[in-house]
Structures are given as C-alpha cells and as structure tokens.
C-alpha cells in the first residue's frame, strides 16, 4: 500500500478522500491556488503545496504543477477526485512517465470510454444497448440526416464532454442547424473538442447509473443502482438507492451489461456507467465516467462498501476481496446536492462568502462539504458547496430523515438549493417514486408574488430553510418562513 499519496483536487472530495487516507494510515498531500488558501483540504493534509493562480486554468488544470507538486513531496499515487483532471489520459500518462501510480483507469481505458463516440462502438461490440443514432462523430450534413431518419425529437451530445455541456435537445428539423452550431461551439470551448454527436431522445426517461470496481486480475464487481433523474440542466441535484423503477432483473441485466463493457474495454478500478430508462424497462447506455462519481456516497451507505478504500487498494495491485453476492443494497439513501444557486430564478448560480454554518447532525447522517464561515463561491470553480446524505431503513424513513436534515440546515450568505431539495423530496411524484429526468419542467413551477420573491432571497441568504405551508408548486401569500 502507498505510505503517501498526492490529491489534485479541491473542496469537498479532497477531503474525502483524505478521510480514508487517514483512516487506513496514508499520508496525503495537499495542492492548492491562491483561492484556496485558507481552505479546509489544505489544514487536513498533512502536507500542502501551493500551485498559484485563481482560476482551474492556472492552477489545477496544469499537468506539469501537478506533477512536480507530488515529486517535491514525495509522494507514490495520485488521486485525481472527479472533475479537472480526472478524466483526462494525458494526465494519467504524465504520472505514469513520473514514476507514479495513477489511483484510476489506464490512460487506453480513459481514452477508450471518455470519448463518448468511442464509448458507443465499444458498447454494441460489448452487446449493451444503446439509443438510436449516429454510429460516431458527425458532421453538421450527416447528423441532420441521422436525426431525419431516426426522426425527432433527438439529443447532440458533444463526442468528447460530459456534465451537461455541448448537449441541445432539438424537437422539430427547423431547430436543428442553430442548435447544432450552439451545441459544438459551447463544447469547443469547454472541452476543446467541437466534434458531435446524435441520439434518438428517449421521452420520459429515468437516469440510472451503475457504480462498478475491476482489479488487475479480471475480476469485476457491479454494485445497486443510483437514481440520478431529478437534474436541472442537465445536470444532477436529488440522488436516491435504490431507484424505486428498477426490478431484480433490470438491476441484474443492466449490472452484467456494465461488467461486459468494462470487461471488453481492460478499465479497471472504479467507475461508472450511465442508463435512460423507458417506461416499458428498456435501458440505453448514454456514457462511462471514468472516475468517482459526486454521488458515490449513496452507494457507500447502502452497502457499506468505502469506494475510495477500493479505489487505492486497485491501484497498489490488490485482488478485490468483495464477491459479487456481497454486494448488496441495505435500506436506503438520498444525496441531497447543496449548490450556490437561486432556485426561484431559474437556477441562477450565486457567488458570495459563507457568514455562518451549521450543518445537520445525527444518525445515519454525513454531510461531505468545504464549509467553514469565510468560505467563498466564486465563478472560477463549481456552484456545488456540499452534499446532504442520509440513509433509512426504508425509503420513507430515508425520506423523512432527510427532509428533518434540510430543515435544520444552518447556511447564510449564499443562496442554496435547500428549498428545492426539500420540496423535492416532499413533493407527490417523488414520494410515490414515480418521476422522470423532466422533472423540474413538470413539477417545480414556483410562482411566486414580485413581493414575495424578495423575501423568499433574504430568507435563503440568511440561512432560513425551513419554508411553511408549500403544498403545491405555486407560493401563496400565506408562506410563512421558519427556523432561523
């Protein structure tokens, strides 16, 4: 096992994973920029190392300060988290030529299923059905015709991004060459990459994914679903496992579907597969995310399995010592991600300096966040602050417990997306578990009075999370705001 590793990343996940380091006796080192100075991963490592800059561009996106950060310290692996650097191969070569252990897949495998048009061919040679579309890349020509043939309403997905970006749903042909435009600019500039794709769109569709581990020794390991399908954007917000859509067989079809993939692909360590889901239990592979996913935890409570745990013992050479019938779901879990935001401006992000703090506590609660009073969102890094995960030995108890926790959540000085989870997760749909991806287009519609609107701000950037009397989407003059 390494006696020190490096963690090129920030926030919330450096810290997590310098939680398990702790735990199984590893050093850890800490990179920072100059906005993270006074940041909680870096008073938690036991080593830190600054590497200049403001913005990701200048601090951790830049392979070479990565790189000669872990030489100086001495340090054997790198983990990379999620985001930034975490999926890209040329990075995980570079550790490679260093002399280091990248705590992830090989750079082929990172190659192989990062490019999402790569990821589809290897999927129909792996038998793991997908959407309708084209077989690749495109051209703007070529992919108006492929969406004339499979016919509209279709998805362009950016062949070589994720999270949302570089994706336009097109629903009549006359939408499609602005669209198209739209989308492969908007990729070019995240990701350096304009080249698209497209897929027939799946109408009212669940998002599932599946969490799997591989070794070196072949041996593969699927674990329960997560439900991913309440998201804005494109983008998720509300995570539950299990998904209340999914029978015994979908769970062990889609599993073994997911072990073929990685099989056929030579990945190893942890990473995740992502499904639609159709109203008749027909599944379509959309994407692999070859890192830790933020919604990992979920599938930890469940099963009680530590994924960053398996992710270090993979990369310093150890056999799996889990089975595949061990790998069972437990009761229930719900991630609540708690993102800088203005929900009743249309997710509007929100930039600003925590003044208090006081997350909720208690059984079967974990909170997996940077939060301290003086923390600042700004626009060089993700509008994400937190994660609110709760476990029940039923789904309602998951539930409730939940909620309770949102309810005392104690955070001035940003506008949250508390107030949307809890109503989320209080709200008909949800709770009979019979939801879909258009979820926030269908359901949360918060009409609010102008009058109201600027109460409803100043409670949210106070800290006030508890809103009174929201039995429908539309917001009465009646709301009465509680918990300060």
Known sequence: MFSKILIANRGEIARRVIKTCRKMGINTVAVYSEADTAALHVKEA?????????????????????????????????????????????FATAVAGAGMTFIGPSPAAIRA??????ARELAIASRVPISPGSAGAVSEKEAALTAARIGFPVLLKAAAGGGGKGMRLVEKPDEFEAAFRAASGEAMAAFGDDRMFVEKFIVNPRHIEIQILADNYGNILYFPERECSIQRRHQKVVEESPSTAITPHIRRAMGEAAARLVENSGYTNAGTLEFLLDASGDFYFMEVNTRLQVEHPITEMVTGVDLVEQQLRIAAGEKLALKQEQIIAQGHAIECRICAEDVYNDFLPETGIVSYVATPKGEHIRNDDALNVGYEVTVNYDSMAGKLICWGASRDEAIGRSIAALDSYRLAGLRTTIPFCRYVLDSAPFRSGNYSTHYVAEHWKPEIPEELRDILAAAAFAGITDIAKRRTPVFSEQIICTNK
């Open 46 to 90: 036991d080593a830190s190392v600054a590497i200049g800059g403001y913005a990701p561009r200048e601090s951790y996106l830049i392979i070479e300060k990565i790189i000669a950060a872990a030489q100086k310290t001495g340090a054997e692996a790198i983990h990379p988290g999620y985001g930034f650097l975490s999926e890209n191969a040329d």
């Open 113 to 118: 299923l990062g490019d999402k048009t790569a």
